[in-house]
């Protein structure tokens, strides 16, 4: 009998929910080790469900990481919501993060909402305990506890990683029994096409200032290995803005910008694909595709 078909191996799927910009995605990274979903300090950079493989001793966790839920004003912030709160209706546990040193109330109080609507276990986490003095922390805790039945609350530092494994503990002991549902080795089943377009559209979040990640959508043109170069892969991308201005800035003086989000993008696909890569990209105005539902739905946003 193969070792996770063992008695008792516990394995489902969980859902991590929260405002925008609470560190989800950071978690996610840490729990499997390795960067599958993009982050930055800009809030609403995940904008698609990301789902992420977890192993421990006796459990398998499937992780759906989705994009922070708010007060969506845009139609692509209102599909980008849509997708993370039909998230929580498909899976076992509802892991709620919340941000412990910059409460979001507005925010919240939707999630809180949206979960009395189900009736999954929710566990909550306060992340970004390593912001805060300790002495609040309890208070806090109780605040919490009171006002929703959490199965539990665990203060967590996704980026020091503290208290991380505590965390896991508890969301694996609500978990059901089963079998694994993937083997050990698979860790994420989005495709590499899709992952280089997020780091290159991670990039530009890290690299531009506060409207323009929001204009940006990023298409994978061509994506595959050269035929004259073994352990080359030749991949073209194209960074769709708004409007002409915007372009002008991601291009920025003599290119500069556009080459730094192109060197930085290069350097991490070649890590995650382990080989070579010549990586071109093309900046093109498509006139408030954020608005459009056809270009919303031809970029991915469902
Ligand atoms: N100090 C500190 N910073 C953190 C922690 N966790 C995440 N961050 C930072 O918070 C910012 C947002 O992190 P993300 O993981 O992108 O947040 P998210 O919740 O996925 O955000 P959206 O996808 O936009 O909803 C990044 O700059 C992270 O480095 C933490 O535990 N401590
Ligand atoms: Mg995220």
Redesign the pocket.
């Known amino acids: 009998m193969p070792e996770t078909a063992e008695r008792n191996f516990k394995a489902g799927f969980i859902a991590i929910t929260?405002?925008?910009?609470?560190?989800?995605?950071?978690?996610l990274?840490r729990m499997i080790g390795q960067k599958i979903?993009?982050?930055?300090?800009?809030?609403?950079?995940?904008r698609n469900r990301i789902q992420g493989v977890v192993n421990r001793p006796g459990a398998q966790i499937v992780f759906i990481?989705t994009?922070?839920i708010h007060r969506a004003q845009s139609p692509l912030n209102a599909r980008i919501v849509d997708t993370a709160l039909s998230a929580m209706g498909d899976v076992d546990i509802v892991l709620l993060?919340v941000?412990a040193?910059s409460p979001d109330a507005e925010s919240e109080a939707l999630l809180k909402n949206a979960l009395q609507r189900q009736n999954r276990p929710v566990i909550l986490a306060l992340?970004?305990?390593?912001?805060i003095p300790r002495q609040g922390l309890l208070e806090m805790i109780d605040g919490w506890a009171s006002g929703y039945p959490f199965r539990a609350v665990v203060p967590?530092?996704?980026?020091?990683g503290e208290q991380v494994e505590t965390l896991l503990d508890e969301l694996i002991k609500l978990l059901p029994e089963g079998s694994a549902f993937f083997p050990e080795e698979h860790l994420t089943d989005l495709p590499v096409r899709f992952l280089a377009g997020e780091i290159v559209r991670e990039k530009v979040f890290r690299q531009t200032g506060e409207e323009i990640p929001y204009a940006v959508a990023v298409s994978i043109d061509l994506f595959r290995e050269d035929a004259k170069k073994p352990g080359l892969t030749r991949i073209h991308a194209t960074i769709h803005v708004e409007r002409d201005s915007q372009k002008g800035i991601i291009i920025g003086k003599q290119g500069s910008k556009l080459k730094r989000i192109g060197e930085d993008a290069r350097k991490e696909i070649e890590a995650m694909l382990g080989s070579h890569v010549f990586l071109k990209l093309y900046v093109r105005v498509e006139k408030n595709w954020s608005r459009n539902a056809r270009s919303l739905t031809k970029f991915g946003y469902e």
Request: proline share 11%; charged share 20%; glycine share 8%.
């Open positions: 929260g405002p925008p910009n609470v560190g989800k995605s950071t978690l990274n979903s993009i982050t930055s300090r800009k809030p609403q950079t995940t990481d994009p922070g993060m941000d040193s992340n970004k305990i390593d912001l967590i530092s996704a980026h020091t």
